[in-house]
């Protein structure tokens, strides 16, 4: 080391360096080595300048705010005690549910219902299948109406208006003061404003109230009804109403704007019986024209169909009735020199076609139906009449089950002489029975100012709406599900009412308040008053007619406990037809300007289901916009005006305007604009206020050929936009990248009629995939589940989505998150176009988890939190879910939801917190929280279920011994759910159909839903 | 610090937490739904149930 030292002595150090300053010992590195920090870092200190606040008080202060922090934002909320019964009620079997027959009353159909109780509280309505009309289904808004009962908005208690404000009152005041008000009208009118009477008991009290008050009037109405077909049917009949139709054996269909698929009017016994006549099974096939003005459920899955401007809808009959009898129909109706050939020329109709149509026509006599839209004039339905009487087509009218009206709808006419009336002060009280002049009304009624006339209004309501908070008196009215009734629409049977929970809060069915009143003391009121009622009435006025066997006690416990009851009414058959009645028809006027059709919205009808979330959310059948309504344009019509998707218009009618967005509709007809109803509500809940453009205000009583139809309307843009959310991406179709992607990926797989008579098999011939996988193959013993979906039955109506919702606890998500795409319904219906935008043809698909057997979404998943049960179900579970959301990433068909917040707090500031809205989930499924994956679970609460009782009872587990919520909803019957090992099931045929194929097989994920292909019935293999 | 210093501001600390959850908390919070009384729920003796398909009576 000296010698080292030595040698560089003159020379630098030859120790380690690591820079020429250090090794030549330079000033600058001298210095550096003395300052051991570098400049300004330990100069300068101020220590008067730094803070005050040492390491301590930091770390204090620091411990003190995580420990308010954690104080202010736990919520520790005492969801109660979990309490066995001291004394358990008789009926309730705690974890088993219990179900009740009752009748359906959200609207004139009274469909039978069974209700599914558990711990004493409904969580589901399904149809009962014991009746002769609905057999086991309700629609969507009936599945839905299980809301109404736990709606937080409902009324509590009754309110008396006090200036501006409606204060709370209780019954005792209510009934004084009304009473005083009923005893001294005077001879001035007490009029009773009531939706359709169903219920011949309500009937009963009517009478009665009206025989004690001979001053009162029932005006029973429904802002959308058929009375026009009615009224066209007596001219033509005689009398009685229009009858159910036996779709079912009908070869040939042709609908003239009827939308008889999709509108409420008879839609369950309708739809199913359609199905029937497009069965892949029993190769029974019907053929659907369609001649509509915009894209309805019914043109969505028609064979062939026409655009057409719904005020040319007369001037097309009379043209097909002029072809018809050149080739010697002998249909005696003046066409005034309409020709078929021509006509089509003028509205671009395809000839082919149009020939087509007139020789199934001919060639179908006694086996097809011709059926016209409710909100056309009466002239098209008398001509429809005569057409099909002509025709020979009456044997297709049901005349087992004859409509039956309780109590007649009144007139536009009659409700305008009322409110006539009550401007000029003849009438004393008001009594609206769950119904809404104000908002459903025509607005040049003048309804509203009207009511201001009148002494006592007095609105009976489950929920505020417009009309209630006009009137002085709000009383709140029992929900369906906690009223007694009964129903008679039809001849042959009456369908029964019973509350299956006592009234939630201090509300009183409709009738024990009216019989209050009529006997004059509140004191009468008791909790039984309508029950004792409805009894006496059976038991004097209808169960002598029955002749029945059983004593009436027992008569009247089976009653309710089927729902239904028999009778041995006979219809009374179709009247003879009155060959005279279309020489009144009127010589058809031109048409200019737009034609505007008001319709029944798909989801909330006429608005009285505004205020159900589930509703609102639920996808357009054919547009799939959600929260919305808007005006359907065809292409044409939009490019002229300058119009794109989502552009304000404003529509003018008569002296009524809207401002309303636009929606570019494929396949509606040019210068036709179609509004549904039922949107733009100013007092309509907490959901439901403020939602969509108000189309009654363009509802006239003067200007229309209908009160939902017009011709000569103005159009014009108005400058701005409005955003509408739709659940599906409008993808520009048949253009560039997506052109024809569903049929490339084989995800929609078609044919026609006489390609499958040809050759049965085609659809497999197509489907030839490698099944070379890496995995080893699974053997599954037992039970496996698996579904298949009939798209020749599927109409695309969505009510399988509204029931899987209410079955598996689906919250609402809200319009902003719709268009963020999180939309949490498990379900969904793809909806496609194929063709030019003017006339596309449409195919409709349910989407739902595949149950792959080689599912991608499991060996993503980080914490094992979705795997696969023996029994061939892709599980999800919910506690281990990190919600990394790569298994939703790796899932071809998108059918994973996952929870972005917790929608039950965020929506509406925790609307769905509410403690009355939590009875409303299924206990038997887990309510899902923020930051958790969910899908379809083909209801396993089901499957356990049924396992459960196939070990009590000592017996295999079937198949057929479960039904999926969508499957027992499905209207047609288009889902089946089994077990795919069982052969001697029904299921079997259809999982093994020759038409069935699997949606993306190609990569080989093996998945479980079987989709049979749709198959239209042309005339010859078109496209 | 001593003892009975401690468990004096520990108390206080806690006495201090528990007040505010009480009170400044939920009144900034504001009136949540899900404070309103729950709903009791009262079967309908009346009522007559029945199995899910099956036999009738009438």
């Not at chain 1, 002769?132 to 509590?156: E, T």
Request: aromatic content about 10%; charged content about 25%.
């Amino acid at each position: 080391m000296s010698d080292i030292k030595k040698t560089s002595s003159q020379n630098p150090d030859p120790h380690y360096w690591q820079s020429f300053e250090e090794l030549y010992n330079s000033k600058e590195f001298i210095e550096l080595n003395q300052n051991e920090f570098k400049e300004g870092v330990s100069e300068n200190i101020d220590a008067g300048g730094m803070s005050a606040l040492s390491r301590r008080k930091f770390l204090a202060l620091l411990g003190a705010s995580a420990a308010i922090a954690g104080t202010s934002c736990t919520d520790y909320r005492d969801k109660g005690e979990i309490v066995p019964y001291n004394k358990k009620p008789e009926e309730i079997l705690p974890g088993r549910p219990n179900y009740y027959a009752s009748t359906c009353m959200q609207c004139e159909n009274a469909c039978g219902i069974l209700v599914r109780t558990r711990e004493g509280r409904p969580i589901k309505l399904d149809g009962n299948l014991d009746h002769p009309v609905s057999k086991g289904k309700i629609c969507a808004q009936g599945q839905a109406s299980i809301m109404g009962l736990y709606d937080p908005d409902r009324l509590k208690n009754p309110k008396k208006k006090l200036d501006t404000r409606l204060i709370d009152i209780n019954w005792k005041t209510a009934d004084e003061e009304i009473y005083f008000e009923l005893i001294n009208s005077g001879g001035s009118e007490i009029a009773i404003i009531t939706n359709k009477i169903v219920s011949p008991t309500t009937k009963e009290v009517l009478d009665q109230f009206i025989e004690i008050y001979p001053s009162a009037k029932v005006y029973s109405y429904e802002p959308i009804n058929n009375e026009v077909r009615n009224s066209a049917w007596e001219k033509c009949y005689g009398d009685g109403e229009y009858p159910a139709i036996k779709w079912n054996e009908a070869k040939v269909i042709l609908s003239l704007d009827s939308d008889f698929l999709g509108s409420s009017n008879n839609k369950i016994e309708t739809a199913r019986l359609y199905a029937e006549g497009r069965d892949v099974m029993n190769k029974n096939f019907s053929r659907l024209y369609t001649v509509e003005g915009n894209l309805s459920v019914t043109g969505m899955n028609s064979d062939y169909r026409f655009r057409l401007r719904p005020d040319l809808q007369m001037n097309f009959i009379l043209a097909l009735t002029s072809e018809l009898n050149k080739r010697g129909a002998g249909i005696s109706l003046d066409t005034f020199g309409m020709d078929l050939k021509n006509f089509a020329d003028e509205n671009a109709l395809k000839l082919e076609t149009i020939d087509h149509l007139v020789n199934d026509l001919i060639s179908n006599k006694g086996k097809a139906i011709l059926h016209a839209g409710d909100h056309l004039p009466e002239d098209v339905h008398v001509a429809i009449n005569t057409i099909n009487h002509a025709l020979g087509n009456d044997v297709l009218y049901n005349n087992k089950y004859v409509m039956n009206s309780v109590q007649p709808l009144r007139t536009f006419e009659e409700i305008q002489l009322l409110t006539s009336r009550m401007k000029n002060g003849d009438v004393a009280v008001a009594i609206h029975i769950n119904t809404n002049p104000v908002y459903d009304l025509p607005g040049d009624f003048g309804y509203t100012e009207a009511l201001k006339s009148v002494g006592s209004a007095i609105s009976f309501v489950e929920v505020e709406n417009e009309t209630s908070s006009v009137s002085n008196y709000v009383l709140p009215i029992n929900n369906q599900l906690e009223s007694w009734g009964d129903a008679k629409t039809r001849s042959g049977f009456y369908s029964m009412q019973q509350p299956v929970i006592s009234p939630l809060y201090d509300t009183r069915q409709t009738e024990s308040i009216l019989l209050t009143w009529m006997d004059g003391d509140p004191a009468f009121y008791n909790d039984k008053v309508y029950h004792s009622f409805l009894i006496k009435n059976w038991e004097q006025k209808i169960y002598p007619s029955l002749n029945h066997k059983l004593d009436f006690n027992r008569f009247w416990n089976g009653a309710l406990h089927d729902g239904i009851v028999i009778t041995n009414e006979k219809g009374k058959g179709i009247g003879s037809f009155n060959v005279n009645v279309a020489q009144n028809i009127k010589t058809p006027n031109s048409v200019d300007g737009f034609s505007l059709q008001l319709k029944e919205s798909y989801a909330v009808r006429d608005g009285r289901f505004a205020n159900n979330g589930w509703l609102q959310e639920l996808p357009h059948p054919v547009s799939k916009i959600v929260w919305d309504n808007y005006a359907a344009i065809s292409p044409t019509s939009a490019n002229e005006l300058g119009l794109n998707s989502n552009d304000l218009i404003e529509v003018t009618n008569g002296n009524s305007s809207l401002k309303i967005p636009v929606m570019i509709q494929p396949g509606a007809a040019d210068d036709t604009i179609t509004i549904e109803l039922g949107y733009g509500r100013t007092n309509g809940g907490t959901v439901g206020t403020g939602i969509g453009f108000n189309s009654f205000s363009l509802f006239t009583s003067k200007s229309g050929l209908t009160p939902f139809l017009y011709s000569g309307v103005n159009v014009k843009k108005n400058g701005g936009t409005y955003k509408l959310v739709t659940s599906q991406t409008i993808y520009a179709f048949n253009e560039g990248i997506t052109k024809d992607l569903p049929e490339k990926r084989k995800i929609i797989q078609e044919g026609t009629v006489n390609q499958y008579s040809k050759d049965p098999s085609f659809i497999k011939h197509e489907n030839h995939y490698s099944d070379l996988t890496v995995y080893p193959p699974i053997e599954y013993k037992g039970v496996k589940w698996g579904m298949a979906i009939d798209m020749n039955k599927c109409l695309g109506c969505g009510e399988c989505v509204v029931a899987c919702n209410v079955e598996n606890n689906i919250p609402v998500v809200g319009k902003e998150q719709v268009d963020e795409g999180r939309d949490m319904h498990w379900l969904r219906v793809d909806r496609y176009y194929t063709g030019a935008p003017e006339e596309p043809k449409v195919s409709n698909q349910v989407l739902i988890c595949q149950h792959c057997d080689n599912a991608p979404c499991e060996n993503v998943c980080p914490v094992v939190a979705t795997t696969h049960s023996p029994d061939g179900l892709n599980q999800m579970v919910y506690n281990r879910c990190v919600g990394t959301r790569y298994c939703s990433n790796n899932c071809p068909y998108k059918v994973r939801r996952f929870n972005y917040f917790n929608y039950r707090d965020y929506f509406k500031d925790g609307y769905q917190e509410s403690p009355v809205f939590a009875l409303l989930q299924n206990p038997e499924v887990t309510v899902r929280s923020r930051g958790v994956m969910e899908k379809c679970t083909f209801c396993v609460q089901r499957i356990s279920d049924a396992r459960a009782e196939a070990t009590k009872e000592n017996r295999e587990l079937k198949g057929s011994d479960v039904k999926t919520a969508c499957q027992e909803a499905c209207g047609t019957n288009a889902i089946q759910f089994g077990d795919i090992n069982n052969e001697k099931e029904e299921f079997h045929k259809y999982r093994n159909h020759e038409l069935g194929y699997y949606v993306l097989e190609e990569i080989n994920i093996k998945p479980n839903v079987t989709y049979i292909a749709r198959l239209r019935n042309t005339h010859s293999e078109e496209s | 610090m001593n003892r009975k210093n401690f468990f004096t501001k520990f108390s206080l600390a806690v006495l201090g937490l528990t007040l505010i959850k009480i009170r400044p908390v939920k009144f900034s919070r504001g009136k949540s739904v899900t404070d309103s009384s729950p709903v009791k729920i009262k079967v309908n003796k009346l009522a007559v149930k029945r199995e899910k398909a099956g036999v009738k009576n009438v």
